[in-house]
């Protein structure tokens, strides 16, 4: 736990080493923006969207999903005690306020290796989103190595990302939604070989600007690979305004966690979350 606690602050220290002086973007270059950690961050120029508008978020099909189960196995009452529903609101609240600051909306979750917890961060930030009538919030997987926000949810009969990204159709015919219709989900059914590519591909610049256009107010929570042993996270960062970095406490080793933040530019990162803290629990760091 010692030698966990001594990698986790030698991955803050690359966190919060200072960045290079940035040379000034050309007059008409994108804006320039300053970030919660006081360094300057760029904004990605956005692709314009040209396809239909999306349907509004009520005239999408309802998700059949099991949220109580979800929360019965991971929620308030069944973490020794421990509240993580009140743990995540508080995450939400600092990463609403940092994305905000930035005029960021894509946010991804990733971590060094698999297993320590990003989808179970995704899903619980994207429920606290949603706690918020006003704020809008996309829970899309897009860990297309091993997708399981769908099994986590108990989700039945939706539709799979994978055909969009196939070309099958318009992207709001893969979405669907909570109750109240802040909340729309892009789940997806079976890992693809093709997940680097997916990332990477333009169809995903429309998907994050098409579930971006409605409103400002929108937070698209990418559930990601993990960074080590693939480039796919690599492959989407250009296209995330904002990154989670998930440390599971005793699974992560020193060596992965400081290689895994080495490769991530650090104005991206706007929270750690250091999860499984005695077994169970989480914590955060925010930027
Ligand atoms: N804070 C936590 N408390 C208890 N179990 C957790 C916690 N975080 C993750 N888990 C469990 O650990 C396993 C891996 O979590 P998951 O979110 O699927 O990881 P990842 O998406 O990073 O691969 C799952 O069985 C999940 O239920
Ligand atoms: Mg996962």
Known sequence: MKEFEQALQRARSLVNAPAPEPSAPPADGPPTIKGVTGRPFMAEPKPEFTANPAREATSLPLLDADMDQFRASFGADNQGGRNIDGAFRLLRTQILASMKDRQGQVLGITSAGPGAGKSFTAIHLAMACARRSEQHAVLADFDFRRPSIASYLAAVDFPSSLGYFRGDGPLDQFLTRNEGGNLRYLLTDRSS?????????????????????????????????????????????????????????????????????????????????LNKVDGTSSTYDYY
């Open 193 to 273: 070989e093709l997940s680097a590519e997916y990332l990477a591909s333009s169809k995903m610049d429309a998907a994050l600007t098409e579930l971006t256009a409605r409103s400002k107010d929108t937070l698209v929570i990418a559930d990601l690979p993990p960074l080590m042993g693939c480039d796919d996270t690599l492959a989407i960062m250009p296209k995330l305004d904002g990154l989670v970095i998930v440390v599971a406490a005793g699974e992560s080793s020193f060596g992965d966690v400081e290689q895994a933040v080495a490769q991530v530019p650090p104005e991206k990162v706007v929270a750690t979350v």
